[in-house]
């Protein structure tokens, strides 16, 4: 994200309120207003609504590409990209049960698809393709199997899916687990818990 106050701050609004109205419901005098500036700025650096909606997809994918960042060797032991899944598994929770960016990331990019329009084709194929090839590319290498079969794919639908829930519904969890915080041990307790499945699933596989 670029160094400048105003902008951070239009950006941030525009995640918050794009990801809580939509691109049409959010205004951008409530943008401007949640961002503590005048409307006039977002012309300035966005060029108007529709460039810092777009500014805030691109951050998104920015984001999301550094927390899933995992380079591996195209010859990778099974063993390696096990442990590269976990590390990746590890990684994510932190950042999306305790990082409060998460509670911005979360609501837009599941507003983005619910409207599924260009911001979604967007997302698709900067981050989401992209990201679950290389988990599939992981996935088939731990298990010597082939990354793009129908299986693997919807396995790493199912882990992707069990990372995000825990910032969806991270009130609940926090709840029912009598937990006060949403801090680095319950992350990584949850984290020990989706690392044994990983494993587990990794292992059935296998077979």
């Known amino acids: 994200m670029d160094i400048h106050p105003t902008r951070d701050a239009l950006l941030h609004a525009g995640l918050r309120l794009f990801g809580e109205s939509g691109f049409a419901g959010a205004s ?12 006039a700025s977002i012309a300035y650096h966005f060029g108007g609504k529709a460039g810092l909606y777009e500014a805030c997809v691109t951050e998104v994918a920015r984001r999301m590409t550094l927390v899933s960042e995992l380079p591996i060797a195209a010859n990778a032991s099974p063993q390696t990209a096990a442990d590269a899944l976990e590390a990746l598994l590890r990684r994510a929770i932190a950042y999306l049960f305790t990082a409060d960016e998460a509670g911005e990331v979360v609501p ?7 409207e599924a329009g ?3 084709e967007t997302l698709y194929n900067r981050l989401f393709e992209p990201r679950h090839r290389l988990l599939c590319v992981l996935w088939g290498t731990a298990t010597n199997r082939p990354p793009e079969s129908e299986s693997i794919r919807l396995a790493v639908f199912g882990f992707v899916g069990q990372l995000v829930y825990f910032r969806i519904n ?3 969890v926090l709840r029912r687990m009598g937990w006060t915080t949403a801090g680095p041990s319950e992350a990584e307790a949850i984290a020990d818990t989706l690392a044994e499945q990983l494993h587990a699933a990794l292992e059935r596989s296998r077979s």
Do not use: M
Request: avoid cysteine.
């Open 28 to 39: 951008t005098r409530a943008i401007a207003a949640q961002a503590g500036t005048n409307v």
């Open 108 to 114: 837009f990019v599941l507003r983005v698809l619910t």
């Open 118 to 120: 260009e911001a979604s």
């Open 170 to 172: 991270r009130g609940f």
